[in-house]
C-alpha cells in the first residue's frame, strides 16, 4: 500500500509556471507507475500526465503536452508535475495516483489517490 500527499499548488498569473511534488510513503515506490489527474470546478477528474515505473515511458494529455513534463526521483519517493506557460484552464484542483500496473490514462486504472492540490491560474 502507499500513501500520497500533493504539495506546491497556489495562485499564478497566466504563463506562469509551478511544479507540483507528490511525496509517497512505502518502501515500494519505485515499483508504482504514476499518474497526474485534475478535475476543474463542475467537470470530470481529467488525466494529465503518467510516467511508468522505471520512467522510462511518459504520456500526456494533448492540452499540456509541450508545457507540463512528470518526473519521478525514486530515491526520494516523490513524482513531479512541472507546469510551465500556465492558462487560466489548467485551473483545477491536482491529484496524483499510484498504480501497480501501468501508467494509465483513465482514474479508474490507480488503486492509490492523494488529497490534491489547489491550483488556480488568474488571466
Known amino acids: 500500500q502507499v500513501q500520497l500527499v500533493e504539495s506546491g499548488g497556489g495562485l499564478v498569473q497566466a504563463g506562469g509556471s509551478l511544479r507540483l511534488s507528490c511525496a509517497a510513503s512505502g518502501r515500494t515506490f519505485s515499483s508504482y507507475a504514476m499518474g497526474w489527474f485534475r478535475r476543474a470546478p463542475g467537470k470530470e477528474r481529467d488525466f494529465v500526465a503518467a510516467?511508468?515505473?522505471?520512467?522510462?515511458?511518459?504520456y500526456y494529455a494533448d492540452s499540456v503536452k509541450g508545457r507540463f513534463t512528470i518526473s519521478r526521483d525514486d530515491e526520494k519517493n516523490t513524482v513531479y508535475l512541472q507546469m510551465n506557460s500556465l492558462k487560466p484552464e489548467d485551473t483545477a484542483v491536482y491529484y496524483c495516483?499510484?498504480?501497480?500496473?501501468?501508467?494509465?490514462?483513465?482514474?479508474?486504472?490507480?488503486?492509490?489517490w492523494g488529497q490534491g492540490t489547489q491550483v488556480t491560474v488568474s488571466s
Open positions: 495516483a499510484a498504480d501497480l500496473l501501468r501508467a494509465g490514462t483513465k482514474h479508474y486504472e490507480y488503486d492509490y
Open positions: 510516467i511508468s515505473w522505471n520512467g522510462g515511458s511518459t
